[in-house]
């Protein structure tokens, strides 16, 4: 069913918010939501016609959203100074000065340090690009493993910014990520790579579905609780509104 995204704006405590309208003619009813981590705000509409009337729900649930906002942490952007997490441990970024732009794990300092050269101003963009190429490689060198150990055809690996979902698997082989994994602990990532890989070969969440992720990562339950209780703080990380894909053809 086809889906839409309109765009308004709404005032919290004398302040403009943006609101995203969403149109999905599976919605029984307007819903608002606010993102836990974000802080985006949406309202599902089932159709271009209740719009205006989500809208008007929206904002007459000002208080709620006012409240569910002031719950949500501080963004933490890519800057010197600031504490990001990389596969699972806390990392200071430093400035490595405006040399070739590099961006490397210091294993001389004296705490967990990821150093970033070139102009100060890219430090941003630079560090969200090799978090991305990490991502990559971690997951497709697990992907590749899982795949061979399942006897399956990945098509495609396809790395983005996800703020829904973890993974995903589509009928055609193609796989898809969210390169914020590569923050999480390195048993969180594994065990997404094998859920999507086992969905190659059982499209559905059955017995043998969970029995074939078993097969590849073990008991999964530790690396799916740690998504349920840390996974939204992933997306307080860096820019958020700058996600793209990154497509690997294999």
Known sequence: MARATY??????????????????PRARRI?????????????????????????DFARAERDWIAERLSRIPPAVPFAPGAMVPYRGVDHVIRWAGAKRGLVYIDQEAWRPTIRVAGGEEFVSRRLEDWFKRQARFHLTRKVEAYAGALGVTVRRITVRDGASRWGSCSSNGSLSFSWRLVMAPPAVLDYVAAHEVAHLQQMNHSPRFWRLVERLVGDSGAAQDWLRENGSQLHRYGDLGSGHAMDIIL
């Not at 765009?7 to 999905?24: F, T, W």
């Not at 608002?32 to 809208?55: D, W």
Request: proline fraction near 12%; avoid cysteine; hydrophobic fraction near 45%.
């Open 31 to 55: 819903i608002v939501k606010v993102h836990p981590s974000t802080g985006e705000v949406a309202v599902i509409a089932p159709s271009t016609r209740a719009i205006n009337p989500a809208i």
């Open 7 to 24: 765009k308004s704006l709404m005032r919290i405590a004398g302040q403009p918010v943006p609101l995203n309208v969403r149109v999905n």
